[in-house]
């Protein structure tokens, strides 16, 4: 079983749509949480941290629910400029290197 | 600031030849990573070195791969005899881990191989 799961994608929303990409992770263990965003041909860039008390940034909210094992990002009012993917970071307590775990990401098309 | 730099940002090769990449990190941060991304695909981690520890290996696809880290700054990747399936972007990033960090990783821009 793979560290970190995440939904498969695509997805295709036209803009000012409500989206939300789910993740999960099978580390009971792991400290930090981070959204990852993933432009076309480019290297990805942190979107925001995932605190446990749910945190918000502009039209982006990110929720942890540690019982679950499961990490939420989602997106309101989209803009064409949305289009990307995004990706689950996970890092492990305990992990004396500090080896992020990346999943496979999920594409996002937003549409006029 | 400068972020991480790699070079070159492009090397097309013939198969059976040996390359190395260059990353060179934000200065100061301690953790150096090296990940593989193949076209349309996730994110496949290779190596990782923090500080002085003995580095991370368990990426490493096969042995004809390897990496340096000299001076706990500079890193080289090195692909002996280069197959095609080794055609990908290899991403460098670099984290500093200091107290009271974000842990944010901070990637370059890549180099695109390409193996004839």
């Known amino acids: 079983r793979k560290e970190v799961e995440q939904d498969p994608g695509p997805f295709n929303v036209p803009e000012g749509a409500t989206v939300a990409f789910n993740c999960t992770y099978s580390?009971?263990?792991?400290?930090?949480f981070f959204w990852y965003r993933q432009d076309c041909r480019k290297e990805p860039k942190l979107l925001m941290s995932v605190y446990s008390s749910g945190n918000e940034d502009g039209r982006f909210t990110a929720q942890l629910n540690r019982a679950s094992q499961y990490i939420s990002l989602l997106i309101r009012d989209s803009k064409l400029s949305d289009s990307a993917t995004y990706l689950c970071v996970v890092i492990d307590r305990g992990s004396t290197l500090g080896r992020l775990y990346f999943g496979r990401g999920t594409q996002l098309t937003v549409w006029p | 600031g400068a972020g991480v730099s790699q070079s070159p940002s492009n090397k097309v090769t013939e198969k059976g030849k040996d390359v190395e990449l260059r990353c060179d990190p934000i200065s100061g941060h301690t953790a150096l990573y090296w990940y593989r991304q193949s076209l349309g695909q996730g994110l496949e981690f290779l190596i990782y070195?923090?500080?002085?520890?003995?580095?991370?290996k368990s990426g490493l696809p096969s042995d004809r791969f390897s990496a340096e880290r000299t001076g706990g700054s500079v890193s080289t990747l090195t692909i002996q005899r280069t197959q095609q399936e080794d055609s990908a972007v290899y991403l460098c990033?670099?984290?500093?881990?200091?107290?009271?960090?974000?842990?944010?990783?901070?990637f370059g821009p890549g180099t695109r191989l390409t193996v004839l």
């Open positions: 070195f923090q500080g002085n520890s003995a580095p991370d």
């Open positions: 580390n009971s263990a792991s400290q930090s």
């Open positions: 990033a670099s984290r500093s881990q200091g107290a009271g960090s974000y842990n944010e990783q901070f």
